[in-house]
């Protein structure tokens, strides 16, 4: 059976305190900025962190060295430049991926596309060119210069040629 604390003589009661700090546990890689659903901007947003959008926006988004991410209730009506790009929600633009497009079932995007990889889940709706490009010249470069060349082996001509038969 139970008994109530409150009945038993040496039990003391400690009140609440009212000195609470939420502790931050959120590294800086794991923050980003995120529109909410009733938010509605007009305009040219670009950053570098990445972007949650599950709001409605109307014009330019410019991040070129992060990932943005339309959420489902997300509607987008603006070109967008980013290094990824993940579409849950409607987009209505031109879109530059400098690294990966990511279309899941529920997304449909009609406008122009640009990027170096893309993923289209069954179910997502496109409409418009798909270009997909390879790396950049200038980023070749870097990374041949990065890695050791190793020298190409020496290739022995051959001295006679084959016999043909019924030649």
């Keep these: 059976m139970l008994e109530n604390p409150a009945s038993q003589p040496n039990t003391q009661r400690n009140p609440p305190t009212s000195n609470f700090t939420p502790s931050k546990n959120l590294s800086g890689a794991m923050e980003q900025g995120t529109i ?35 959420g489902r209730s997300g509607q987008v009506a603006a070109n967008i430049v980013a290094k990824e790009l993940v579409v849950m929600g409607t987009v209505k633009g031109n879109v530059e991926c400098s690294e990966r497009l990511d279309m899941r079932a529920e997304g449909a995007l009609t406008g122009d596309v640009i990027t170096r990889l893309i993923s289209v889940e069954a179910g997502a709706m496109m409409k418009g060119s798909i270009e997909v490009r390879q790396k950049q010249q200038k980023e070749v470069q870097k990374e041949e210069k990065a890695q050791p060349q190793a020298k190409p082996a020496q290739v022995e001509t051959p001295k006679a040629l084959p016999a043909v038969a019924g030649a």
């Design 36 to 70: 909410g659903p009733s938010i509605v901007i007009k305009g040219e947003i670009s950053g570098t962190e990445p972007l949650y959008i599950d709001g409605r926006i109307e014009g330019k988004i410019n991040f070129g060295s992060s990932r943005v991410t339309v």
